[in-house]
């Protein structure tokens, strides 16, 4: 028996020969590599670009438990990136693919809904407000602890009418009660704030 060793192998399914002259060809070898001293984990946390770029190999090589787990992390990864820059549409895009290789993952279903919200507040439709209202209980559902979506549900409040003052007052601090990012912590408290001096001088008004 002929014994083909795995960079042979390799070459072999890529039809490539010579040195590694190919981008894909010296990309695959340094997964199939690096990968018996760095776990695929920390390849898909600390390179997630690097390992998209070897997705359509890895799924014609087959996909492992390891590589699907390190799909998964890497999509998310990015969409987390494209969430922080407000980039809903791509984000998306990665938050959809983590769920092909991990039907479970909370955050990227959690997420999901978040984008939904966002881009049906963005419209600043009526209708379309208070289905974004109705989305972000549906995130709060997923991640209870979190006040971001309380935090969006006062804004879409706002939308409605800026003279919902109880409503919106309700829901950033109900926002300010749970965790919250130190940015939209921040604001809320500006808000509160606005909000009451609006609503008081509003009832001062009415006194007059």
């Avoid at 010296?26 to 760095?38: D, E």
């Avoid at 969409?79 to 407000?86: A, D, R, V």
């Avoid at 909370?106 to 919200?117: F, P």
């Avoid at 439709?125 to 209870?144: M, V």
Wanted: proline residues 2%; positive net charge.
């Amino acid at each position: 028996m002929t014994f083909i060793n795995p960079l042979q192998k390799i070459k072999i399914f890529f039809g490539l020969k010579g040195n590694l002259k190919s981008w894909l060809y010296c990309q695959v070898l340094i997964l199939f590599f690096c990968c018996n001293s760095a776990s695929y984990h920390h390849i898909a946390l600390d390179y997630p670009n690097k390992m998209i770029a070897l997705e359509d190999s890895l799924i014609h090589v087959g996909l492992t438990k390891k590589t699907r787990e390190a799909l998964a992390l890497a999509h998310k990864n990015i969409g987390l990136t494209y969430m922080s820059e407000k980039g809903y549409v791509k984000a998306k895009a990665h938050f959809l693919k983590t769920l092909t290789y991990s039907l479970d993952d909370s955050t990227a279903k959690y997420n999901l809904l978040m984008i939904e919200g966002h881009l049906l507040r963005r419209t600043k439709k009526k209708e379309k407000l208070w289905d974004a209202i109705e989305t972000y209980y549906k995130a709060l559902k997923l991640k209870p602890y979190n006040g971001e979506p309380y935090f969006f549900i006062g804004k879409s409040y706002f939308g409605l009418s800026s003279n919902n003052f109880e409503l919106i007052l309700e829901s950033y601090q109900n926002a300010l009660g749970l965790e919250l990012s130190k940015s939209l912590r921040k604001e809320a408290e500006q808000e509160i704030l606005l909000v009451s001096e609006r609503e008081k001088k509003l009832k001062d008004f009415w006194k007059q």
